[in-house]
C-alpha cells in the first residue's frame, strides 16, 4: 500500500509541475489523449493421453482484453492506465460427463476477475537534449528473464521503473527496478516445485492471480527488494548482440548474453542464413531464499519429497540456432544443454542446483515448446526444429509454423527418471480481410512424456486453443 500512495504521490507531483506551466495544456493532454485496447476471446481444450490422469478433459472459454487510455504528452510527459479483464462463459460448453473446466483462462480459483494491469508515468526526455526514456509504475515490462508471457487470456503485470536510453545509435541502455508482479491466468496451470520454477512461475506455489505481490513473497513467501536489472543491446543490418543482468535480491543473480549475426548465401541472394546463440549464468546470492522452497514435484530411488534445498543456485545454460529464409519460409534447428546436477544434490533437497531458475515469466530460451519447457531442468539437451511459412505473396494473409522439439533429461533433474519428453505442434494465423485488425489464431501442442516420475508413466495430451484477438 505504501508503494502505491508513493507512486500515486509521484503521479500528482509531475502533473502539478505542468499544470503550473500551463493550465490549458495539462487540459489538452487528456482531451488529445487516445484510446487503444484487444477484445479477445479464447477456447481450449485438453485431452489427456497417458498417466494418472490419461481419462481427463478439460476445457475452457473465456472473453476478455484491455482497454488502455494514453494522454498526449507536454513536453514529453504523458501519463495512461489500462484495465485488463477475463470472464469466464463457460455456459456456452458445459462441464460434466467427463470434462473439467481448465484453469488457465480465469483468476485464482477459476473466477472472473479484471485488474488495473497498466498504470504508469511516461517521461521523454529529447526536450533535454538525451534520448532518456522514464516510465515509472505498474505496466508490462519484457526482459530476457522477465516478461508478460501472453500465453493464454491476460498477461503477467509489473510494478517497475524503468530508465532507457538511445543515445548512441544501435545501442539501447536499460536500468530497472521491478519490485511487484501480478501473475497471468497462465500461472494458474502451475502449482509451485520446480517444474513451475523452471518455467516463467513460482517455486513456491501458486501466487494467485488478480493482485500485485512482492517478487519474493510470491516466488518463496519472504519479502526482498525485488529485482535490479540492467540491460545493454545493439542492432544493426547483419548483427544483434544483448547482454542483461537480473539481481534477484536474496534469491539469485541472473546473466543473460545473446549474439546472431545474418548474411546473404553465396550461392543466391535469395537465400538468407542467420546463426544465434545464447547463454544463461546463474548464481545465488545474499540470504539465498530458495532454500526455503519445498521441491514438491521431486522423487528419486530414494524418494525425497517436500524437502527443503541448500539454497544454492550454480547453474549454467547455453544455446545455439542455425537457419535461413527464403521467400515467405524460415526454418531453423536449435540445440540447447543445461548444466547437471550430482545424485547428492538431488538426494540433499539441491534439485534447482544447476537448474535455470525463471520464476517471473521471462521464457527466451530457443528450444522451448509451446508448453513444455524443460529445457532449463538440470542436465537436459534439447533439440528443436520449426518451420513457419507466409502465404501474404501467395495472396492469403495467413502465416503457419511447425515444431517438434525434444527434451532429454537427466535421471537428477528432480524427477529421478531419466526419460525424453517430446512436443509436436502447430500455430496458424490468419487475418480476415473483411475485417481489419482482427487475428484468428489455431494452436496446437501434444507433448508426451511431459511429468512422469516413474519410467512406465507415460503423460502427455492433445491440446487445442482457438483464439480471435481484435486489436483497436
Same mark, same amino acid.
Given at each position: 500500500?505504501?508503494? @502505491? *500512495?508513493?507512486?500515486?504521490?509521484?503521479?500528482? %507531483?509531475?502533473?502539478? !509541475?505542468?499544470?503550473?506551466?500551463?493550465?490549458?495544456?495539462? !487540459?489538452?493532454?487528456?482531451?488529445?489523449?487516445?484510446?487503444?485496447?484487444? *477484445? #479477445?476471446?479464447?477456447?481450449i481444450d485438453r485431452e489427456y493421453q497417458g498417466g494418472s490422469g490419461k481419462d481427463t478433459h478439460r476445457n475452457s472459454m473465456a472473453l476478455g482484453g484491455h482497454l488502455k487510455f494514453e494522454t498526449a504528452d507536454y513536453k514529453g510527459l504523458s501519463v495512461a492506465a489500462a484495465l485488463y479483464t477475463t470472464n469466464d462463459i463457460a455456459g456456452a460448453i458445459g462441464y460434466g460427463n467427463g470434462v473439467e473446466q481448465d484453469p488457465s483462462l480465469l483468476g485464482t480459483g477459476k473466477e472472473s476477475?479484471? *485488474?488495473? %494491469?497498466?498504470?504508469?508515468?511516461?517521461? +521523454?526526455? !529529447?526536450?533535454?537534449? &538525451?534520448? &532518456?526514456?522514464?516510465?515509472?509504475?505498474?505496466? #508490462?515490462?519484457?526482459?530476457?528473464?522477465?516478461? !508478460?508471457?501472453?500465453? #493464454?487470456?491476460l498477461p503477467n503485470t509489473f510494478e517497475a521503473y524503468k530508465f532507457t536510453n538511445k543515445d548512441i545509435d544501435g545501442i539501447n541502455f536499460q536500468l530497472a527496478q521491478v519490485n511487484s508482479i501480478a501473475y497471468g491466468t497462465f500461472s494458474n496451470i502451475y502449482g509451485g516445485g520446480i517444474l513451475g520454477a523452471t518455467s516463467g512461475y513460482p517455486a513456491g506455489g501458486n501466487a494467485g492471480t488478480g493482485k500485485y505481490h512482492n517478487l519474493g513473497q510470491a516466488t518463496v513467501g519472504e519479502n526482498t527488494n525485488g529485482v535490479t536489472n540492467f540491460l545493454v543491446s545493439f542492432k544493426n543490418k547483419n548483427f544483434n548482440a544483448k547482454l542483461s543482468n537480473d539481481y534477484a535480491w536474496d534469491l539469485y543473480n541472473t546473466i543473460y548474453a545473446e549474439a546472431g549475426a545474418k548474411w546473404n548465401c553465396l550461392l543466391t541472394d535469395a537465400v538468407k542464413p542467420f546463426f544465434s546463440v545464447q547463454a544463461i549464468k546463474q548464481n545465488s546470492v545474499g540470504d539465498e531464499l530458495m532454500k526455503n522452497v519445498a521441491i514438491d514435484n521431486q522423487t528419486t530411488s530414494n524418494p525425497v519429497t517436500k524437502v527443503n534445498g541448500s539454497g544454492e543456485i550454480d547453474s549454467l545454460y547455453y544455446a545455439a540456432k542455425l537457419g535461413a529464409k527464403y521467400a515467405g519460409l524460415t526454418a531453423y534447428v536449435a540445440y540447447s544443454e543445461t548444466s547437471a546436477n550430482n545424485a547428492s544434490d538431488v538426494l540433499s533437497g539441491n534439485a534447482y542446483k544447476n537448474a535455470i531458475v525463471s520464476q517471473f515469466g521471462g521464457m527466451p530460451a530457443y528450444t522451448q515448446g509451446m508448453v513444455t519447457r524443460h529445457q532449463f531442468l538440470a542436465g537436459t539437451k534439447t533439440t528443436k526444429v520449426a518451420a513457419s511459412y507466409n502465404f501474404k505473396d501467395m495472396g492469403a494473409n495467413v502465416s503457419a509454423t511447425a515444431y517438434y522439439a525434444s527434451f532429454d533429461m537427466d535421471e537428477n533433474s528432480g524427477y529421478g527418471v531419466a526419460r525424453t519428453a517430446t512436443e509436436p505442434g502447430f500455430d496458424i494465423k490468419y487475418y480476415p480481410q473483411a475485417v481489419k485488425n482482427l487475428q484468428l489464431r489455431l494452436r496446437g501442442?501434444?507433448? @508426451?512424456?511431459? /511429468?512422469?516420475?516413474? /519410467?512406465?508413466? +507415460? &503423460? %502427455?495430451?492433445?491440446?487445442? #486453443?482457438?483464439?480471435?484477438?481484435?486489436?483497436?
Open positions: 500500500m505504501k508503494k @502505491r *500512495i508513493a507512486l500515486s504521490a509521484i503521479t500528482v %507531483g509531475l502533473l502539478s !509541475s505542468v499544470s503550473l506551466q500551463a493550465a490549458g495544456d495539462l !487540459s489538452s493532454m487528456f482531451s488529445e489523449g487516445k484510446t487503444s485496447g484487444q *477484445i #479477445r476471446a479464447f477456447y476477475y479484471s *485488474i488495473l %494491469g497498466e498504470a504508469y508515468v511516461n517521461y +521523454d526526455m !529529447s526536450s533535454l537534449g &538525451t534520448k &532518456t526514456t522514464a516510465k515509472l509504475g505498474y505496466q #508490462r515490462y519484457d526482459t530476457p528473464m522477465m516478461g !508478460s508471457d501472453d500465453a #493464454r487470456m501442442n501434444f507433448p @508426451r512424456n511431459f /511429468a512422469e516420475t516413474t /519410467a512406465s508413466n +507415460d &503423460t %502427455g495430451w492433445n491440446e487445442y #486453443r482457438f483464439i480471435a484477438n481484435y486489436n483497436f
